[in-house]
Structure formats: structure tokens, C-alpha cells
DNA sequence: TGTTAGCACTCAACCGCATCGAGTGCTAAA
DNA sequence: TTTAGCACTCGATGCGGTTGAGTGCTAACA
């Protein structure tokens, strides 16, 4: 356990770290007004702190830096409330003002926001498609041969994919099995759509539309690739303003990973309740081995929908970013809730 | 006019440059086996180029560097042909084996394709939607005051947009109304729909509709906000592979410009005919005065409906892109012909 | 007259070396 | 227990010399 002087002193590191990107040294920290100890002390104490893992020192001469240990205790013990700056609050409430009806508007909107208050990298995920239910299906016939399908959930998203049509079939048979499922699957939760089709619909199609066999495998295969959540990203090259991220290779590594949306999901992990910080070698990919990722998630009507999160250097300002990020998921929770709650 | 054996040479110290991205020197040139001349006769013949602007010295005791004009004249006079590697070939290959039926994967998938080939950024534009016709139009209620409007394409392009309801109007109502514009406007090419709206379905739907007044604006609203062309980038970080990006600050003026999807479009000027190759600081935009751009459109049914580019460093394979682009842009058209077509 | 060998010159890149200074660990005194 | 003092470490910075690729110019050559 940490004693009070070095929580003062680790803290003071930290902080300092955080604004300067230098090693910090005895000297600086002993000059700050909250530290009443000589240089010689913290010297001591920084020797202490290093052997217990909570600080590490490019080389001999140089000043300390936290590691990913102190980081993480400075994040769960450390940290102080950041109160936000009326700059910080009036763009932030521009979201919040403006009246956007398109629910991927509003999160692409909310990753610009929330990329230009932080200047850090923005990932928004959403909505969590297994929350949605099915508000309407619609099967639009191009040619002979080809049709969309449409499904609309209740937040308004709209997924569609081409399908090919049976030879030979005709449109009657098509409104009358879209009347079909409209009947029998709305309000249905999207996840539950395959099972439902079999259960509910299958035995009525058998009987009523022609070339059953053919509709009821493409009506699967059309269903089965809604995709999972769709990612957001803004303010990508806001990495490379970091001192830290001067040189192309590293950059490039974090940029590649980020063109790879899948891999985005992965480095989210599963939606948490509350404030998610993950730090350094805490995430898995090596990548992001100098990174740093908060999260935390959206709500609507008291489910969780989607994640938001921040992407920065280590040295990044904890306590600004999870102010901001938790006042923003609230006011999105809020609006998307009045919005688009049943 | 150049002469022979200055074409000679400035082709082959562009060949050289874009290859080892070293200033080239004139031992270099006579070296090769194309030239039959001895360093000075190079130097001489260098410093006539330089004079004449097609060549730039970094400093006085280094090589050789084209310039902008250097380039351009490389590009419409000296380049040949490039035939493709079994490489190259096979993996274009992928794109037109892959059977997809959506039309924003396949273009998505050309673009990670078209970068993968060339180990450039891949950028492709499309589909202009002014040429796509009305296939479906419908409104879904989500709830007493809100629905979704969706519109489809010929292509099986799906728009959606979110909208706000009269008070009190009823369901049947608005299929009422959605049978109206269904009869009226499919096939109607989407540019011209808003003029059609009024032309056709205005009268009609003030005789047979309430709340005739508030609809009609509504759905005006909604069709005119379908976006014109969207932006399909791939490979993005590939710019940094280059020696001359080896610097952060270079390298994030050009993706903050690559973030903002807008600015793409400018990029790409109108869509032409064949190849277009913008060299240096022939593109207007500040961040791109050391990439080349090279476009060319892709068509359905002999109809252009979007462009693919490749976005690299000036010293850019040239003659490979073209040859790539060529062929890609060939077998996307047929591919899209075959499958979208009317 | 065009080409080429030869040569002096230029200049970025590289290397070694000395210096500087921020920061350390240790010791001894307060 | 704290702190002043001091020797020590080592990256960063700066400077002079060397190297070598490349040039322009001149004079000889075919």
C-alpha cells in the first residue's frame, strides 16, 4: 500500500507528465505549491515508487516516467474531478442543440463533438442491433430477378440487401408474403427474427405462397447479414499531435488498426456499465501498447444501445476526457431517448 | 521542343527517380543500358532540362529531380505501356470472381482491391446518383409522430430519412399517399423528382389527401436531401510507406484532407473520359502539392456513374496505376452492367 | 561540331569529440 | 526523518574534419 506522501508525490507526477510529455524530475515536482519536500526526498521516494513498478526511467539520468501500473493507480485512486470549461461546455452543447432526425447523423455528429472537445480520437459504436425491433419489412422487386429487402427497426435504422428472386415468381406472391411478415414479425427483436420466421411464419408460407422453399432460404440468408454495430470514427490524425507520436512507423500501426473496423469492436470489448479506462498493455493488440482507451456506454430508454469512446496517447487527460465522455453519454442518452423511444 | 535524346533522358532519370526516390545522377543515367553516353554528355543535356524546367536540383551537388512539368511531360509523351504481372492480374481477378449483390460492398471492396494492387490509397466515388431512376418509394410509421421515408434505386440503392409527422394524420392516410407517388414517379430519374412531385402528384394528392399542405413539404424535404455521391477510401495509411512521408507533419495534412469526405470530391474534379493523371500542384489543394491523382469513371450500361482514382506521391508508378485502373474500371463496368442494368 | 575525359569545386551526410546540464544516488549533517 | 551537498551518468547539442556523390567547366578528341 502507498503512503500518503507517495500518492502526493505519484499524483504530482502524473499530472505533470500528462502536460508535458517530459520525464518529470525531483526538482519540478519538489517546486510545486501541493509538495512541501525537498528534491532529495522525492528523490527517495521516486527510487521507492520505481521498485514498487509504479514508475519507470528511459535512462539513468533522466527524469521518471508513470508506467502502465501507475497510470492504472493513479486512474482508480488518483484522479480529481475535472470541471468543464464553459469552451468545453458550449461545444459540447452544440450537439445537444441541434435537431438532427437521422440516428446516424446524431452519432456521427456525436463522435465529431466529441473528437474536437477532447482532441483525441473519437470511435462511436451503435446501435447494438439485438436491442432494435422490427418495425416494418419490405420487399421491392428491380427486375425478374431481383429485388431488395428492406427492414426498418423502431430507432429508424434501415438495413437492406439485394436478393436474387426463384425464377418465375410472381409479384402478388411477393406482396402477399411481405404482408405475411409484417403481420407476424413486427415488434419481434432482431435477434429473435430467424427463430420467429420458422416458428411463426413458415407454416402459414407453406400453405399460402407458392415456391415456399426458395423464399423462405432467401428470407434467412436476408435477415442473417444485418451487420453488428457500425463504427464511427473521427479525428483520427489527432494522434499524431501528441509529441509522443512524432515518428511515421508508430503512427502508421495505430492508423491501420483504425482502418479495420472490426478490429475496433474487438479493442471495445463488451459494453460496461459506466466509465471503461483501458491503458497501455491492458489492451491486447500490440498496437496500442502507447495508448490508451476510455469508454463508456449510451442508453436508450434505460438499455444500452451503443459505446462511445476516446482514443489517446498513455499520458492522456484522464480526468478531462472522463468528465466530458460521461456528460456526453448522458445528454445523448437523454436525447436519443426522447427521440427514439417506442 | 524537347529532342530525342533529351526525351530519352528525362524518361530515364524519371524511371530511375520513381523507383529508387533518390535525386538521380548523371553516372547513374549513362549507366544504363538504354543510353549510350557518357556522364558529361548527361550533365550537359541535365542542365538544359533543368533550365528548361522540367528538372529540379535539391541543392547543388546532388542529383537530378523532375518537377512538376518533368512529370507531366513523362506522362503524356514518354510513358509505355505497362503490362500487367500474374501477380497484379490475379488479384484483380478477386473482385470479379467475388459474386456480390450489394452495391455499396462491391464498390467498397473495388476500392480494397484497387489499394491492395497498387499499395497506393484507393479512393472511388459513386454512384452519381442524378443517373439513377425511382425503383420504390415508402413511409413507414414509427409511431404517432415520427416515420421513415425510404426511396429505392434501380440499382438497389436504399436512401432513408427520418421524419417528422403531421398531427393526427392516420395510417391509411400515408398509404394512401405512398400508392399516389408509387404510381406516379417510379422510373423517374431522382433528379428530377422534386420538379415531378409538383408537376404530377401536387394536384392529385390536394384532392385525395388531408393535411395536404404539411405532406407535401415533408416529402419534399426528404427527397431532397439524398447525398450526392459517397466516398469509399481504402488503404489511406499507405502514403507513409513512401520515403518522401516519412514526416508526420506531411503526412497529416494529407489525411486531416482525406478525413473531411467533401473536400475528396473537389479533389476529383468532374468525371472525364478515360485517365485523368493531376500532378503536383496541379491539384488546387495546398496539403496535395506533392501527390498525383489519377481518375478515370466507371459506367453502367455506357452511362458513367462514378469514379475510382488513386491517390499517390508524385514519384508515383505512373504507367502501372493507369494500366491497373484501366482494366479495373473495364471489369467493374461490365460487372455492374451485368448486374444493375435495367 | 558534338562528345568525352579530367579536374576543381560544392555540399549534405556522417563521424568523432568535447561540452553542457538535467537528473540521479549516496552520504553526512541537521 | 529530512535535506544539503557532491560526484556521477548520459542524452542532447554543437563543432570541425572527412567523405563521397555529384556538379560545371575546360580542353582534348573523333
Redesign the interface.
Known amino acids: 500500500m502507498l503512503s500518503e506522501r507517495q500518492r502526493l508525490i505519484l499524483n504530482a507526477i502524473v499530472d505533470n507528465y500528462i502536460h508535458s510529455a517530459e520525464p518529470v524530475g525531483s526538482r519540478t515536482i519538489s517546486k510545486r505549491e501541493d509538495i512541501g519536500f525537498s528534491s532529495a526526498t522525492i528523490r527517495n521516494e521516486m527510487a521507492d515508487l520505481e521498485e514498487l513498478g509504479y514508475l519507470e526511467q528511459p535512462h539513468t539520468s533522466a527524469g521518471r516516467v508513470p508506467s502502465t501500473k501507475g497510470y492504472r493507480f493513479y486512474v482508480d485512486n488518483l484522479i480529481k474531478p475535472h470541471m468543464l470549461s464553459d469552451l468545453e461546455l458550449s461545444k459540447l452543447k452544440q450537439l445537444f442543440a441541434e435537431r438532427i432526425?437521422?440516428?446516424e447523423q446524431v452519432i456521427d455528429y456525436t463522435a465529431q463533438i466529441l473528437s474536437h472537445v477532447t482532441n483525441y480520437t473519437a470511435i462511436v459504436l451503435g446501435p447494438e442491433i439485438f436491442e432494435q425491433r422490427l418495425?416494418?419489412i419490405?420487399i421491392?422487386p428491380?427486375?425478374e430477378t431481383?429485388a431488395?429487402a428492406?427492414v426498418?427497426t423502431?430507432t429508424?435504422r434501415?438495413e437492406?440487401?439485394?436478393?436474387?428472386l426463384p425464377q418465375g415468381v410472381r409479384p402478388q406472391e411477393i406482396e402477399k408474403l411481405v404482408n405475411l411478415l409484417n403481420s407476424k414479425l413486427t415488434d419481434v427483436p432482431l435477434w429473435q427474427l430467424r427463430q420467429r420466421l420458422y416458428q411463426e411464419v413458415a407454416g402459414e408460407m407453406r400453405r399460402h405462397v407458392e415456391q415456399y422453399e426458395e423464399m423462405l432460404q432467401i428470407l434467412e440468408e436476408s435477415l442473417q447479414r444485418q451487420e453488428g454495430e457500425r463504427v464511427y470514427l473521427?479525428?483520427?490524425?489527432k494522434i499524431?499531435d501528441q509529441p509522443e507520436?512524432?515518428?511515421?512507423d508508430k503512427?502508421?500501426d495505430i492508423?491501420?488498426l483504425l482502418?479495420q473496423n472490426d478490429q475496433l469492436v474487438h479493442l471495445f470489448g463488451p459494453p460496461t456499465e459506466g466509465i471503461t479506462v483501458r491503458i497501455g498493455q491492458e489492451n491486447q493488440l500490440d498496437a496500442m501498447k502507447e495508448c490508451s482507451i476510455i469508454t463508456t456506454s449510451y442508453y436508450i430508454g434505460g438499455k444500452p444501445v451503443g459505446t462511445v469512446g476516446i482514443l489517446g496517447p498513455t499520458r492522456m487527460e484522464y480526468s478531462r476526457v472522463i468528465t466530458v465522455l460521461n456528460y456526453l453519454a448522458e445528454g445523448l442518452s437523454r436525447m436519443l431517448t426522447s427521440q427514439f423511444e417506442?
Request: hydrophobic share 40%; no cysteine; net charge positive.
Open positions: 432526425h437521422h440516428f418495425k416494418h419490405q421491392v428491380l427486375n431481383q431488395v428492406i426498418v423502431n429508424g434501415v437492406n440487401k439485394l436478393i436474387d473521427r479525428g483520427a490524425t499524431m507520436f512524432r515518428d511515421v503512427v502508421k492508423l491501420e482502418e417506442k
